[in-house]
């Protein structure tokens, strides 16, 4: 049975700061949505100001289809049902979604953020805890200063555990998301390059990742990859050196594989299973043989951050390694797809140079009958060293144990790839084919792939490569 509460839009009013144009104050909500397409009965109906679309034009077919209210910036906007004036429905929401937390929610939250792999490590944090735990986390990409606040006001309040993404694009997004999740504990997967573009270098990218603390309480519990090179060398200092949660007690937990790490893995060993690995946890000496269906290298790191979480909210390891061994992937996350007697690598949900890398290195570690194909796209927000990013893939791809035998590049900035093989000694068939031609690119991989061989489609997620699906 799932938990929720109902709250009245006069309550909703008080914490918004706003005023009700009109309707009846005590009208219950159960629900927000963003979407007119997407009303679930009791919602709130939040319209957001986008670059391409008002949201304030659908607030009528809103309230028509069933939404119990609305929030407005504007103060034209009538109806029977209630409607909230207030200045930003984002801020708003925002509001909604700390005071709903603090009011409401009693469980332990983890928050997840990181460069890449995000969405996967909550996923697998979330299947460990579910070994012996109620667990709630995040629904698709819900991660932002709108779709955080919406997953926690409709969390259920029966869970023993909240699992939450946090994922930031810009400056001062991250303090408002924490304050609105409000962890308990929190994770960072790791420090890249993505939105380098918008936040100018890696050490803003750390800082930003780290207002996570914002909204924890005293002490903050940080779980760290310390694999990562930038992360490794967080120190409670060095973070309060920063100017973030200066008053706070952070106490930070590493995972990994070198020696800096409580939790870690070690006997990694990779077959056409998956990758087998044994789990330990340093200060209580406890260890766990651990086995996944997965190939990729990144899978072993995200399972430990996983398990490590099992261990700090006293989940038995044995079950939590058994949930994971059942995780197959995400889809557009390096899923492993069966097609007509080929392979298909879906990774194609993002891309950057770590995330890209890691993928053709999964292909060139698996074994296959036929050949090895891989179809990338650009990697794009990745700033003013972006051409730089796609050759230090192609240089990387050349000198793989086992590299591609075709190459298909999709996009302006990919052609690089292929250039910089070709200069570090990559001898297979390079294609490469511009944004306006994408039926070209269809065409061709269709008529290349066969029997027996393995195709990876990898690019950024505004690129599309979804579509070869």
Known sequence: MTGRNRVRVKEIEKVCGGNILCGDPETEIANITTSSLEIKGEDLFVP????????????QNALRDGAAASLSERDDILSEKPVIRVESSVEALLRIGGWYRRNYLSMPVIGVTGSVGKTTTREMIATALSAEKKVYSTKKNLNSQVGVPMTVFEADTTADV???????????????????????????????VCHIMNLGTQENILKEKLKILTGMPSPARLLLNGDDPILREMTEEKIHSFGIAEEKEIRILFYGTGENARFIAKDIVTSEEGKTFV?????????????????ADFMVMNAVCALAEACLHD?????????????????????????????????????????????????SDMKVSGRRIACLA???????????YHREVGSYLAGL????????????????IGEAAGKAGYRGTVRCYGKDEFDL??????????EGDVLLLKGSNSMDLKRLL
């Open 48 to 59: 957001i100001v986008g670059e391409r679309t008002d949201g304030h034009k659908y607030i």
């Open 162 to 192: 909240c699992v939450l993404e946090l994922g930031m694009s810009e400056f001062y997004e991250m303090e408002k998301i924490s304050d609105a999740a409000q962890p308990t504990d929190a994770v960072i997967t790791n420090i890249g």
């Open 279 to 295: 789990f330990a946890d340093r200060e209580t000496g406890k260890e766990q043989p651990v086995s996944l269906s997965v190939l």
């Open 315 to 363: 989940v038995d390891l044995s079950e939590a390694a058994g949930k994971l061994k059942s995780f197959s992937g995400l889809s557009g996350r390096g899923e492993i797809l069966q097609k007509n007697g080929y392979r298909v690598i879906d990774d194609c949900y993002n891309a950057a140079p770590a995330t890209m890398k890691g993928a053709l290195k999964t292909l």
């Open 378 to 388: 650009d990697m794009l927000e990745t700033g003013e060293l972006e051409k730089d």
């Open 401 to 416: 144990k086992e590299p591609p035998a075709e190459l298909f590049l999709y996009g302006t900035l990919s052609r690089l």
């Open 441 to 450: 690119l269809k065409k061709d991989v269709y008529d290349s792939v066969k």
